[in-house]
Nanobody, 122 residues
Framework: QVQLVESGGGLVQAGGSLRLSCAAS????????MGWFRQAPGKEREFVAR????????SYADSVKGRFTISRDNAKNTVYLQMNSLKPEDTAVYYC???????????????WGKGTQVTDSS
């Protein structure tokens, strides 16, 4: 059974930083891509960033480009999302997910974590 467990969320002031982690278990993820998505109150869930396990190629939503960095530690089966220069509009529940495709579309992601809350405290 695939498990994705997010951690690292919390309260942060505008301009601050947080690092989210997603620990993956239950299968070999070497052929998969991992994505971060977020859902703000009253809004639909949206793509944030994704990375491939094998090569480490990345893609980002325009709204986070230059501020967020996705990375992975293959040995730990963990994906990270370093978030810098946080803005109030980054407040959301952040989810990690795995996909057998290199995709930005959440419908291509099969397994999801339960999410971690990031809140602007300004």
């Amino acid at each position: 059974q695939v498990q994705l467990v997010e951690s690292g969320g919390g309260l942060v002031q505008a301009g601050g930083s947080l690092r989210l982690s997603c620990a993956a278990s239950g299968r070999s993820f070497s052929r998969y891509a991992m994505g971060w998505f977020r859902q703000a109150p009253g809004k639909e869930r949206e793509f944030v960033a994704r990375i491939t396990w094998r090569v480490g190629s990345t893609s980002y939503a325009d709204s986070v480009k230059g501020r967020f960095t996705i990375s992975r530690d293959n040995a730990k089966n963990t994906v990270y999302l370093q978030m810098n220069s946080l803005k109030p509009e980054d407040t959301a529940v952040y989810y990690c997910a795995s996909s057998a495709r290199i995709s930005l579309n959440q419908v291509d992601y099969d397994d999801w974590g339960k999410g971690t809350q990031v809140t602007d405290s300004s």
